[in-house]
């Protein structure tokens, strides 16, 4: 089949198998950008150990992935517009794979920082291209759902990983663990090459990519559902991604595995809920009522943790239900793409993810400060060690920032029947 040919049987939409695979690939990306973000959960004893730091600084360690993706969503939204995302993914998926290579052989807190920092902008082209492919190859009323499919694959990533990379964290150390992230970033960088291809585009100047830009920050709804999406989020990648395995295994004596087991239930929430409530919200037509609802539920269940704790059963109830109502953040990026010219998808979707991450980039040093400051001196095997009462103190801006998300989506105007064709 020659190249034209391919090209329109994709252009066709669902029906083309190349799309579909392309897609899969993209999903899989961000399946491994999330397994990369989540990873320094199940290994904080040990780099606290190795390197000698405390929460604040290793909370900082861990955020470093979150400072280089969030950086660069907007350039590379506007990249996606003009370039599309074959070789963009290919090379991210690389650099990925090569940061995990420094981190596992560095000998000091500043080369980890720096291969944390080569991790986060490999990964950084992950979410915002695989949505770039649901745009490009697909009918506009499949986004949410494409949408929502392309997060269980992150959530999947997310399960990976903790409970299964601390497997391999306690049989081969945190630099065996890395160097099983390095092969597998370089594996996909090779995969995404022969796989994905770019829809033709046509050709911009200097002045659009500017005009673009201006389109999407003027927008009052873009920034309406990059509060949203940044709130949903947080508790995610501060809770569930860093701080939640090391606050059970500290303040209830859990293991790291049973610990990072329950964290799981948190991300498969959110995998289960992001394609069934993005289909619903396409089906409906409708997007600020789940948003709404699911930021009110999430903040009620990031306020009942403290009360169930002690307790593995109800608290992985509450980790799924948490994680479910978190999901419509995904609804929230289709609301602000819909609310955006076309021609600017790449833009308004880097925008919004930079708040998405940033959350990350903010939260988890944010609660390692907080941890820090109460501190009460004990160690054990080098290692820090917090009371309940720290941990709790320090989580508490998680259901504060969820409770902002929450007016956020109230505050939005749904607008997902009056432009259909945006889907």
Sequence with gaps: MSATASTETIARGVGG??????WLLASLFFFYAFAQRVAPSVMVEELMRDFAVGAAILGNLSAAYFYAYAALQIP?????????????MTGGAALAGLGSLVFALSDSVLGAYGGRLLVGAGAAFSWVGALTVAVQWFPPQRFAALGGGTQAFGMAGAVFGQAPIGLVVGAYGWRGASLVLAVAGLALALALWFVARDRPMPAHGHGSLLSGLRIVVSNRQTWLSAVFGM????????????????????????????????????????????PLLGSLSDRLGKRRPPMALGAAIATLALLAVPLVAHSPLLLGALMMLQGFAASPMVVGVALSRESNPPQVSGTVLGFVNTFVVGSGA??????????????????????????????HLALSVLPVIVAIGCAAALLSRDIARERPEAG
């Design 17 to 22: 198998g190349r799309a579909w695979a392309a």
């Design 76 to 88: 590379i939204g506007l990249m996606l517009d003009r370039l599309g995302p074959r070789r963009l």
């Design 231 to 274: 709130a949903m989020v947080a508790p995610v990648v501060g809770f569930g991604g860093l701080w939640g395995v090391p606050y059970l295994t500290q303040t209830q004596g859990m293991s790291r595995a049973e610990a990072a087991s329950l964290m799981s239930l948190l991300f498969i929430g959110w995998g289960v809920g992001a």
């Design 362 to 391: 903010l939260f988890q040093p944010l609660i390692g400060i907080l941890l820090d400051l109460q501190w009460d001196g004990r160690m054990v095997d080098g290692a820090r060690v917090y009371s309940a009462h720290a941990y």
